[in-house]
């Protein structure tokens, strides 16, 4: 019988989703990589410059793209649960856009949620940025924070454009470039005079802040492990490098083999 359980395919293994997930992580990457990129760009676009028809048609297709990729994903994913707990901050950016596409929402998006809803799109995006940097750099070192610095000031600061405007916020950003410099200042840790007057600037503040705060310290370093590197590679440094180790116990084994055949006349015990 067709419907006989006997002749039922057998469901497929935990192992057999996860090696299907990883290819068709694979599959996707060259792409997804591209749409976030691409998604990043109109985002910031928007922040700076305000949407057009274009562009939420654009923005619209790469959203719908997304969606079907987390729901392959989820399909594929062995464990549900774990799954949506590792990535929850992509269902609430992947969410947020839907509001956009309904017009029983149109009220919303003249209210001040849709501010709300804006700096969690901002949020999100940084977070598929950050996804896709460490998809195509393969690894977190200075590439990887130096990059995900840049995305965090590009983004932030049009954030902080659409949040804190001159013409509605006193001393507020007349530019994106005035918005990008504030950004990089705070990103340094060195701040400015003027401080976020909104709760949502007040937040992207905090959250850049944070970053700084975490990333400034690691970038430090590694200009100072680079330079010290440098200095230990010099004859002339002041550091000991690799090959002054290397020579001090060459030097040490043979002072120790000259003083062998004297410590045997002498009886004394062998190290």
Same mark, same amino acid.
């Given at each position: 019988?067709?419907?006989?359980?006997?002749?039922?395919?057998?469901?497929?293994?935990?192992?057999?989703?996860?090696?299907?997930?990883?290819?068709?992580?694979?599959?996707l990457?060259?792409?997804?990589?591209?749409?976030?990129?691409?998604?990043?760009?109109?985002?910031?676009?928007?922040?700076?410059?305000?949407?057009?028809?274009? *562009?939420? @048609?654009? #923005?619209?297709?790469? &959203?719908?793209?997304?969606?079907?990729?987390?729901?392959v994903? !989820?399909? /594929? =994913?062995?464990?549900?649960?774990?799954?949506?707990?590792?990535?929850?901050?992509?269902?609430?950016?992947?969410?947020?856009?839907?509001?956009?596409?309904?017009?029983?929402?149109r009220?919303?998006?003249?209210?001040?949620?849709?501010?709300?809803?804006?700096?969690?799109?901002?949020?999100?995006?940084?977070?598929?940025?950050?996804?896709?940097?460490?998809a195509?750099?393969?690894?977190?070192?200075?590439?990887?924070?130096?990059?995900?610095?840049?995305?965090?000031?590009?983004?932030?600061?049009?954030?902080?454009?659409?949040?804190e405007?001159?013409?509605?916020?006193?001393?507020?950003?007349?530019?994106?470039?005035?918005?990008?410099?504030?950004?990089?200042?705070? *990103?340094? @840790?060195? #701040?400015?005079?003027? &401080?976020?007057?909104?709760?949502?600037?007040?937040?992207l503040? !905090?959250? /850049? =802040?944070?970053?700084?705060?975490?990333?400034?310290?690691?970038?430090?370093?590694?200009?100072?492990?680079?330079?010290?590197?440098?200095?230990?590679?010099?004859?002339?440094?002041?550091?000991?490098?690799?090959?002054?180790?290397?020579?001090?116990?060459?030097?040490?084994?043979?002072?120790?083999?000259?003083?062998?055949?004297?410590?045997?006349?002498?009886?004394?015990?062998?190290?």
């Amino acid at each position: 019988m067709a419907d006989d359980p006997q002749h039922q395919a057998p469901a497929p293994s935990e192992d057999e989703r996860w090696n299907a997930l990883a290819e068709l992580d694979e599959w996707l990457r060259t792409p997804m990589l591209v749409l976030s990129f691409l998604w990043l760009l109109l985002v910031v676009v928007e922040l700076i410059w305000g949407t057009s028809d274009a *562009l939420e @048609t654009f #923005g619209t297709a790469i &959203w719908i793209a997304f969606i079907v990729e987390f729901v392959v994903r !989820f399909a /594929l =994913a062995p464990e549900k649960t774990a799954f949506l707990s590792r990535n929850w901050l992509t269902i609430i950016a992947l969410a947020v856009p839907a509001f956009r596409l309904f017009r029983a929402f149109r009220v919303l998006r003249a209210a001040r949620a849709a501010r709300s809803l804006r700096l969690v799109r901002i949020v999100g995006t940084a977070n598929r940025g950050m996804n896709a940097l460490r998809a195509s750099l393969s690894r977190r070192g200075l590439g990887y924070v130096t990059g995900l610095t840049v995305l965090v000031a590009l983004l932030g600061a049009g954030g902080m454009l659409a949040f804190e405007p001159a013409s509605q916020v006193e001393g507020g950003f007349e530019s994106y470039p005035d918005a990008l410099w504030w950004t990089g200042m705070l *990103l340094a @840790t060195m #701040g400015s005079e003027f &401080w976020p007057k909104t709760p949502e600037g007040r937040i992207l503040c !905090f959250l /850049l =802040a944070l970053y700084g705060f975490a990333v400034f310290g690691y970038i430090t370093a590694s200009f100072a492990s680079f330079f010290v590197g440098r200095d230990a590679a010099s004859d002339q440094g002041e550091v000991a490098g690799a090959k002054e180790i290397a020579a001090l116990r060459g030097e040490i084994a043979a002072l120790r083999r000259d003083l062998r055949p004297e410590r045997e006349v002498s009886g004394a015990p062998q190290p």
